[in-house]
């Protein structure tokens, strides 16, 4: 599965903003989905993930409550919902197709990752 993340851009604390991850190929709704961030000078952190039903969801302590992931199988398409951005959830965005069907924290179980996008948010 091919992907490639969209949305990104530069926005103040406290605002909103909606990332948009397209997938192509056959098998999009046999992976789980996942999106991760890199910010400067630190490791790719998990942010939320979901089983391939879009029914369970996962978060990271960090942006639980505050960020959303959603999919529809029919466009294959993931969708990372934020608000109330902060500036340390500046960082490039990436979403990534898991190996299963199962969501997954850990990125070494995702297997296929898209272009990321960059959020800044500003203080």
């Known amino acids: 599965v091919q992907l490639q993340a969209s949305g990104g851009g530069l926005v103040q604390a406290g605002d909103s903003l909606r990332l948009s991850c397209a997938a192509s190929?056959?098998?999009?709704?046999?992976?789980?989905m996942g999106w991760f961030r890199q910010a400067p000078g630190k490791e790719r952190e998990f942010v939320a993930a979901?089983?391939?039903?879009?029914?369970?969801?996962y978060y990271s302590d960090s942006v639980k409550g505050r960020f959303s992931i959603s999919r529809d199988n029919a466009k294959k398409l993931v969708i990372l919902q934020m608000t109330n951005l902060k500036p340390e959830d500046t960082a490039v965005y990436s979403c990534?197709?898991?190996?299963?069907?199962?969501?997954?924290?850990?990125?070494?179980?995702?297997?296929?990752w898209g272009q990321g996008t960059l959020v800044t948010v500003s203080s």
């Open positions: 990534a197709a898991g190996q299963g069907i199962l969501a997954d924290t850990d990125s070494r179980q995702y297997h296929s």
């Open positions: 190929g056959p098998t999009f709704r046999s992976h789980a």
């Open positions: 979901t089983d391939w039903s879009g029914h369970l969801t």
